[in-house]
């Protein structure tokens, strides 16, 4: 790779990203301003897909792709003639084909709260990083290789990510990589594997005062198994995580509960441990029926709760990203505070990918009305278009140098999962 021909298109990356400023920061205020929940993101998908039309360098931008009505995707793509082109899937070729790098957008929002995890600002960097990206390789036509922007609903519930797996969206892709808002930022951050249960305990209801003996108590099953998840706690490793609610007890207190329900989160971070933390959860659920006498259902992930794995953060993409992350002035905190978990996670498994934190200027935390007014400031917007020519400059690493492809893949597959 020519250092010289690296500044050049680098230079092409962010000025493509500064001419649009002011229509980015409108994007991401926009979908701000008008929240909606998972699958229904309409306005921000017509928001998004709308940009990419009058932006008018892609050469596909598909509408509800992969037959979700709020996903999309855009692609533009170089390649040598038909006679010598390889085959998408043959990382030993790259220097024929070129890589393949995915921008991740996401632009759900919580109910009651909007935007408090700052989704808007994903969906605006996306954007940013891909029209960068995208201005690069066709200044370059001896540069060969994709840009994709993939527009992937539903994050904060149901996985929308997931879909696209099994819809074949991230077939051929080398890199996915996103940026995600927080209070700090953090190149490498620790997203758990999480799996999600809903237990429900039938036993039989009596007269509290008058029979209590005749009837069996789903309310009892359902306490004990909260209370010795409480006690697993003292044995699970500290990267481990166990929350649960009673989200039912019975209707009158003269009753004896007939039916309880618990929901339970389990999160470890890989999905080796998640296995073993969900073994000992099991145990306690049925044991708790057995210790009361209760029927019960045991629900794991079901279709409003999705599983989804811990984020692999590749060491070699993250290097590249980190380089790139400090010439714009976003300086990794190095922290190793563990985080919640994501779709995203699930496409880590498949692919080599990022998804770095990115500080906004906030002390709240997501999924709080503090974090949801930082996420259309000045300075929010701001930091997202930095930190997505940080993104677009590493995918042009990717298209640069075929190695850094290689190195990608050799860490992918040697990871621990």
């Known amino acids: 790779m020519a250092e010289g021909m690296r500044e050049r298109l680098g230079k092409v990356v962010c000025g493509a990203i500064d001419r649009s ?40 931008v598909e509408r509800h792709h992969a037959g979700l009505e709020t996903s999309f995707r855009a692609q533009y793509a170089q390649r040598r003639p038909p006679a010598t082109a390889a085959a998408d899937h043959d990382v030993e070729a ?28 994903i969906s605006e960097a996306g954007i940013a990083a891909g029209i960068g990206l995208q201005a690069a390789l066709e200044e370059a036509p001896d540069l060969f290789g994709q840009v994709t922007i993939l527009g992937t609903p539903a994050e904060e519930s149901g996985g929308g990510k997931l879909d696209l797996i099994t819809a074949g969206s991230f077939a051929g892709v080398d890199a996915a990589i996103m940026v995600h808002p927080s209070n700090m930022t953090i190149i490498r951050p620790l997203k758990l594997a999480v799996n999600c249960v ?3 305990y039938r036993g039989k209801s009596a007269h509290a005062a008058r029979a209590p003996w005749d009837g069996t108590n789903a309310l009892d099953a359902a ?29 009158e207190p003269y009753i004896i509960p007939e039916q309880a329900r618990i929901e339970a989160y389990v999160r470890a971070p890989i999905l080796s441990e998640l296995s073993v933390l969900k073994q000992r959860t099991q145990a306690i659920f049925e044991a708790a029926a057995c210790a009361t006498g209760c029927d019960v259902e045991i629900l794991w992930d079901s279709e409003d709760v999705a599983h989804y794995a811990n984020v692999i953060t590749n060491p070699v993409l993250a290097d590249v990203l980190e380089e790139h992350f400090t010439s714009f002035g976003l300086e990794d905190s190095k922290s190793i ?28 935390m997501q999924h709080t009305r503090p974090f949801r007014d930082a996420s259309n400031t000045d ?3 701001e930091r997202t278009l930095s930190a997505a020519k940080a993104l677009a400059l590493t995918g042009l690493d990717l298209l640069l140098q075929p190695d850094l492809v290689r190195k990608a893949k050799a860490a992918h597959d040697a990871a621990e999962k």
């Open 337 to 364: 505070k563990i985080g919640g978990s994501t779709d995203m996670g699930n496409v880590s498994q498949l692919v080599p990918s990022l998804h770095p934190m990115l500080d906004i200027d906030t002390s709240g």
């Open 198 to 200: 809903v237990v429900t």
């Open 379 to 381: 300075i929010a917007h």
């Open 94 to 121: 790259l220097e024929e084909r070129g890589a393949h790098v995915a921008f991740i957008c996401e632009y759900d929002a919580l109910p009651e709260i909007g935007h408090a995890c700052g989704h808007n600002l």
């Open 223 to 251: 306490v004990a198994a909260y209370s010795n998840l409480a006690m697993l706690r003292q044995q699970a490793k500290p990267t481990w995580r166990l929350h649960a609610v009673i989200t039912e007890g019975g209707d």
């Open 21 to 60: 400023t002011a229509e980015l920061k409108e994007l991401g205020s926009s979908i701000w301003n008008n929240p909606e929940l998972g699958y229904k993101e309409y306005f921000a998908h017509d928001q998004l897909t709308q940009f990419l039309d009058k932006n008018g360098k892609f050469q596909a």
